[in-house]
Nanobody, 126 residues
Framework: QVQLVESGGGLVQAGGSLRLSCVAS????????MGWFRQAPGKEREFVAG????????YYADSVKGRFTVSRDNAKNTVYLQMNSLKPEDTAVYYC???????????????????WGQGTQVTVSS
């Protein structure tokens, strides 16, 4: 059974930083795309950042570009989201997601990922 477990969320002041981690278990995701999404209260879940394992290509939502960095450690089956210059509008539950196939493009939709973590809360105070 595939499991994704996020950690690293918390409360931080505006301008601060957090690093989220997502550990994948149950299968090896090497070569498969993974992504980070977030969902604020009353809003739909939205794409934040994505990464391919083998090629290392990364892509971001415009709202986080230049502030967030997604990376991976294949040996640890782990993907990270480094979040800098945090803003109150970044407050949300952050989810890690994975898909088991790669057709060579970027994946922005929630319906494009098969596996999801339970989420970790990030709260940014002003």
């Amino acid at each position: 059974q595939v499991q994704l477990v996020e950690s690293g969320g918390g409360l931080v002041q505006a301008g601060g930083s957090l690093r989220l981690s997502c550990v994948a278990s149950g299968r090896t995701f090497s070569g498969y795309p993974m992504g980070w999404f977030r969902q604020a209260p009353g809003k739909e879940r939205e794409f934040v950042a994505g990464i391919r394992w083998s090629v290392g290509g990364t892509y971001y939502a415009d709202s986080v570009k230049g502030r967030f960095t997604v990376s991976r450690d294949n040996a640890k089956n782990t993907v990270y989201l480094q979040m800098n210059s945090l803003k109150p509008e970044d407050t949300a539950v952050y989810y890690c997601a994975a898909r088991s196939t790669d057709t060579g493009r970027y994946y922005y939709g929630t319906d494009e990922y098969e596996y999801w973590g339970q989420g970790t809360q990030v709260t940014v105070s002003s």
